[in-house]
Structure formats: structure tokens, C-alpha cells
């Protein structure tokens, strides 16, 4: 996935990064609503803002997988609570954070899907994934003729 992901021009990745992470900020939400800012990067990410707001995006989201992080350690003390979804949270927040990331580096969108698979904990999201991923790559070189331009939306040809 990482080789075909990485043919891809940032803004594609970015798209399918953020759709990966999508599927799966509600396991993120639930655990802690009251941080935005996994969902702010995916906000990102679909958006295509400039790399210093993508690279603050990712950072922030980043943080708030660290915070969810501490507060499954925390919690893995507490036999009531249920740290496999807390684990899942963790995962949905890296995923946000490397859908904004790909907006700088695109083979962070594989990385963000790689993640978005984990906190989904089910084989079938990376299945959809993967033929996600195929009707992006076709719909990229649908509209696109010989190369792409920086802010192209298809297969990078660099």
C-alpha cells in the first residue's frame, strides 16, 4: 500500500488519508470528546491547507494520541475500564495526524491507514481500503494527462 500510496501527488494522499481517519475519529471522539483535535487534522487534510498549517494540524493530533496514550496507562490500572478501546482511540488520533501530515509528505496517507486499520481492529476496513485506494489511483490517472502539476490532484510522475 505504501508504494502505490506514495505514487499518489500530496493532495490525493492527503484525501485518502483523511477518509481512512474519518472512518474511524468517532472510536476517538467517544473516548475523549472533548478534543477537537484529531478532527481538526482531518478537517486538514481534506481541505489541502498549506504544509505549515498541515504540519500543526498533524502535531496537535499527534499530541492528543500521547494524551490518550497517558490516559489508557492510567486507566490500565482501573479493571472497569476498557483500555482495548482507549489502544483504538490512541490509533484513530495517529491516523488524523498522518492524514494532515500527508499534505507535506504523501506516504504518510499509508501510514494513516495503517492506523485507521488498527483502531478499527476489523479486516475488512483494510480491505475497503485497499479498493478505496484503487478507485483513487484510477480516478487520478482519469484526470490526468502525462504528468501532474504540484497542485494536481492525480499520480505523481516525479
Known sequence: MKRVVGALDRPAAARFAAECAGRVLALFEAAHPEDDRPRKAIEVAR???PVAVARAAASAAHAAARAATDAATDAATDVATDVATDVRAVHAARAAGHAAAALHVATHAAAAAYYAARAAADPAERRWQWERLQRVV???QRSTVGVTSAKG???SRA
Do not use: D, M, T
Request: with cysteine.
Open 47 to 49: 481541505a489541502g491547507a
Open 138 to 140: 484510477g480516478s487520478c
Open 153 to 155: 490532484g492525480g499520480i
